[in-house]
């Protein structure tokens, strides 16, 4: 497996598909980029991990095309020696970046299986940041597809990805990104009634340009000032706009009721989650955000944590009537329903059902039997299940948010 634009184990899909691939008998590595106090290699739950260094381009344009550069330059020599020592194997990359088409080309030639994992829309991304259409998007829309027609099985995480895909991919499977069965193990409490105690609200993921956490901030601005909620905000996670929305709150009065965490280990997130009262996202309403499945969301659900979130498009798909969708891009959109669920412990208590209802439908197991399901037609090594085969496990899984 090929990663590039996260560590491992701190991509959680990256991590769970490759441990129930190395629990259904293959032997499995990652490369990866390393991170600091990790060593270069390493065997985590049966799985080998092989680390090279890389900058870190910070979500900024320049950086980024220095950090793909210099991954292209790290990561094809590595590849190319495990494809010059073995006839035979599985090359499985992981996008962001596209650009290891190359690679997966040599790999077909040289009898190898390929597997393209297409996790982001990249052209979108670039054109919800710059706001207009480049010639940039142009070459990365083209590297995708170059990556989909070289790759044996390329595999999305929702029906958007695919939809980006099928007109030259082999063949299409539609794995969705979901935690594990023991995030189903916290559940949080009520929040406190009549105002006894303070509100939490969560934000869960990655501080980015397109996640626009600040309007998390103005949500808890709104609840304290306007509404007289006594309430916080906890952010767990990280990213480029940390030093902006920290900033943000201060201009807003509120920064002694945010927290912002960085990231943490896996095995942390759902106890985090469990202690808030009510899960945000407040991403735009663009058309890259429209098409991805946020893992936040699925997370809150399967903690059984009521949720309210901008009404993007795979949003709703994965939530159903278990998630608060937010169609009005204003501050009061937000606070409104909040204010009912924190307010109103019938309510509050009919959404965090609906959630847990709802999250119980969208854990791990069976994402991990279609992954698996996908690698037998391909001929990769895995024979037909058992009934006592089992999906990745507890023990199997854990360490860091994505």
């Known amino acids: 497996m090929v990663l590039e634009n996260s560590q491992y184990p701190l991509d959680a899909r990256v991590r769970m598909e490759a441990e129930t691939l190395t629990e259904a008998g293959l032997s499995v590595e990652v490369l990866a980029p390393r991170e600091p106090g990790r060593p270069a290699r390493e065997v985590i739950r049966g799985v080998r991990v092989s680390r090279f260094p890389l900058p870190e381009g910070n979500g900024r344009l320049l950086g980024t095309a220095i950090e793909y550069l210099a991954a292209a330059c790290a990561i094809a020599p590595l590849v190319l020696l495990r494809l010059a020592r073995r006839r035979d194997g599985t090359l499985h990359v992981h996008n962001p970046p596209d650009l290891f088409f190359p690679l997966l080309w040599l790999a077909r030639r040289r009898g190898w299986a390929t597997v393209f994992d297409h996790h982001d829309d990249a052209a979108g991304m670039l054109r919800a940041k710059l706001g207009r259409r480049t010639a940039v998007e142009s070459l990365l829309a083209w590297m995708r597809d170059r990556s989909a027609c070289a790759a044996d099985l390329t595999i999305t995480t929702n029906d958007t990805q695919r939809m980006l895909v099928q007109s030259v991919a082999r063949r299409v499977v539609i794995v969705r990104n979901s935690p594990p069965v023991w995030f189903a193990e916290h559940r949080p409490s009520p929040p406190p009634p009549g105002g006894a105690g303070r509100a939490r609200l969560v934000f869960l993921g990655e501080i980015g340009v397109q996640d626009r956490v600040q309007r998390t901030v103005d949500v808890l601005a709104a609840l304290v000032t306007d509404r007289g909620i006594d309430a916080e905000l906890l952010i767990v996670g990280d990213g480029p706009e940390r030093g902006a929305v920290l900033e943000y709150a201060r201009e807003l009065g509120v920064s002694d009721r945010v927290t912002i965490t960085g990231w943490v280990p896996f095995e942390e997130v759902p106890r985090l989650l469990a202690g808030a009262h009510v899960g945000l996202d407040t991403a735009a309403a ?71 209802a709802r999250g119980t439908e969208l854990l791990w197991p069976a994402q991990g039997e279609k992954l698996l399901a996908a690698y037998r037609e391909l001929g990769a090594g895995i024979g037909s299940p058992t009934r006592t085969q089992q999906p990745a496990t507890q023990e199997a899984l854990a360490q860091v948010v994505e």
Do not use: C, F, H
């Open 286 to 356: 663009t058309e890259v955000n429209d098409g991805s499945t946020m893992v936040k969301i699925l997370e809150y659900l399967v903690v059984g944590l009521p949720v309210v979130a901008t009404a993007l498009r795979e949003t709703r798909v994965t939530g159903g009537d278990a998630v608060v969708a937010v169609a009005e891009d204003t501050v009061e959109a937000y606070v409104t329903p909040i204010v009912e669920l924190l307010s109103s412990p019938a309510s509050w208590q009919a959404s965090a059902t609906r959630a847990r």
